[in-house]
């Protein structure tokens, strides 16, 4: 029975070994001439899957990733009570994103990432208390001196918090394995509105961001994709920040969806 629990084991070992080595593979050829980087983390384990290891801990702005936790916070202080109740009044302001000039509940808000619904959240929430959340998840640099309703966005000659893809996996890590406060009502809310996509093999889940990397180089677009994929006998947090002339959120989640697609987490 001994030798037989060794073997098992051993088999196990070099199971995983293989998934993350294949894994490891299709990171680096899906982000082959692609400037940025992307970091898988193991949500049972310390495994780390990384492409561009010389920019995972620089910290930069989280632009609109941060209304992962915008959310949670809102639902924590009794602002938001259902991702089906109503969030954001549009004031009939015309603004450059069309689904932003309208109504929404928070899926909506979540999913068109609204800044101006946000905005007002984030001011609802408050400075003192917003801050006391930061601090106690130890988000980034946790410095929200910006402003309440900006300090997650980059704004020319004004710092904004800042945090690296190394922390933003970190972070998801815990919230997914329960190990920061949030209460269950917020994490399950939290989750139907960050729902990417969902197959036989398993369900992505993530939020993107997209903005101007001003303090390093003007003009140079940056996209974010941020969350985690759940599939059938695996589970990581993942992180991916490129940046580029045209480059926007969207195109980082289209990078991540490949990876999790070609490595059959998805």
């Not at 193991?42 to 941060?66: A, H, Y």
């Not at 947090?237 to 940046?243: E, G, V």
């Amino acid at each position: 029975m001994k030798i037989f629990s060794i073997t098992l084991m051993l088999l196990i070992v070099m199971s995983s070994c293989s998934k993350t080595n294949n894994l490891q593979k299709i990171v680096n050829k899906n982000m082959k001439g692609v400037n940025g980087t992307v970091i898988f983390l193991d949500l049972s384990s310390d495994k780390e899957i990384v492409f561009g290891s010389n920019l995972v801990n620089i910290r930069t702005t989280p632009c609109s990733t941060f209304k992962i936790w915008n959310t949670l916070i809102g639902i924590e202080n009794s602002l938001i009570n259902s991702e089906k109740d109503p969030f954001y009044k549009w004031d009939g302001e015309s603004r450059s994103y069309p689904n932003w000039n309208k109504d929404l509940n928070l899926q909506e808000a979540f999913q068109f990432s609204c800044v101006p619904a946000y905005q007002i959240l984030a001011n609802r929430i408050g400075t003192k208390n917003m801050q006391t959340w930061i601090d106690k998840i130890g988000y980034g640099d946790k410095d929200i001196s910006s402003g309440i309703d900006i300090f997650w966005l980059p704004r020319l000659n004004k710092k904004s918090i800042k945090i690296s893809p190394k922390e933003q996996v970190l972070l998801i890590k815990k919230l997914v394995n329960n190990q920061l406060e949030f209460t269950d009502k917020s994490k399950q809310i939290l989750k139907k509105i960050m729902l990417v996509k969902s197959t036989e093999q398993g369900t992505l889940y993530g939020k993107t961001g997209s903005g101007q990397n001003i303090d390093e180089i003007p003009n140079n677009n940056i996209g974010w994709f941020v969350g985690y994929v759940i599939s059938k006998n695996e589970k990581y947090a993942f992180a991916c920040l490129i940046n580029g002339k045209d480059i926007t959120g969207k195109n980082a989640q289209e990078l991540v969806e490949k990876i999790v697609i070609e490595s059959k987490l998805l």
